[in-house]
């Protein structure tokens, strides 16, 4: 069972756009974390947002929680070819962490 | 905080090949423990996780069997490989807010 669906699954765009990424549940989390992961190594945490309608801002990132708890956003302002990898987001619910679908980002330059 | 210690970070192995894939923690004690596999680009795909010794709950009916003879180790295990076992696997260590992974191990079966 697929908890957390992101979209889009795959994004490609030009140095400099803006991009988001979404990711929604029908499930309430207690946390939400936004991951990036470089091609074979392991996921990175990014953030971490608990408070639903929380606003994190990280460089040129900005992370959302919805007022729910139940989906976030991750949108990148001037996008640059290092943002290139793989977005994850995952939420606790209970005792287990549930990983979203995957949002492959590529920024061309 | 934790650190994961995944090995080995390659492996190529023949279809009907036994597997065995070691992750071990430091820095904290009665983790909850996960293996996940990851198709290329994509998400990722809960196989076993652990609460405790000896504790071992699957997602998904596959040809993998999982243990957890310590608190802080975690093995994957298959007694023969398929083709389709082919993949990036991730341990994954459960933090207070957040997961800690291990570097990956990557497998193709040949």
């Known amino acids: 069972t697929q908890l957390l669906e992101q979209s889009p699954q795959f994004l490609s765009i030009q140095e400099g756009e803006n991009l988001t990424v979404y990711c929604n549940s029908s499930?309430?989390?207690?946390?939400l974390q936004w991951y990036r992961q470089e091609p074979g190594e392991g996921p990175v945490l990014l953030v971490t947002?608990?408070?639903?309608?929380e606003v994190k801002k990280l460089k040129r990132l900005t992370f959302q929680f919805g007022d729910a708890r139940k989906d976030s956003s991750l949108h990148i302002t001037a996008a640059q070819p290092g943002d290139t990898g793989l977005y994850l987001c995952?939420?606790?619910?209970?005792?287990?962490?549930?990983f979203g679908t995957g949002t492959s980002l590529t920024v061309i330059p | 905080s934790q650190t994961i210690h995944q090995w080995p970070a390659t492996l190529v192995q023949p279809v009907g090949s036994p597997l065995s894939l070691e992750c071990t923690v430091e820095?904290?004690?009665?983790?909850?423990l996960y293996w996940y596999r990851q198709a290329a680009g994509r998400g990722l795909q809960l196989l076993f996780y652990?609460?405790?010794?000896?504790?071992i709950s699957s997602e998904v009916p596959q040809n993998l069997s999982a243990s957890r003879p310590q608190d802080r180790q975690f093995i994957l295990s298959s007694k023969k490989l398929l083709l389709s076992d082919s993949g990036f696997y991730l341990c994954?260590?459960?933090?207070?807010?957040?997961?800690?992974f291990g570097q990956g191990t990557r497998l193709t079966v040949v």
């Open positions: 995952a939420g606790a619910l209970g005792n287990q962490f549930y």
């Open positions: 499930s309430v989390f207690s946390s």
């Open positions: 947002v608990v408070t639903g309608g």
């Open positions: 820095g904290t004690s009665n983790p909850n």
């Open positions: 652990s609460v405790g010794i000896g504790q």
């Open positions: 994954a260590c459960e933090g207070a807010t957040e997961a800690f």
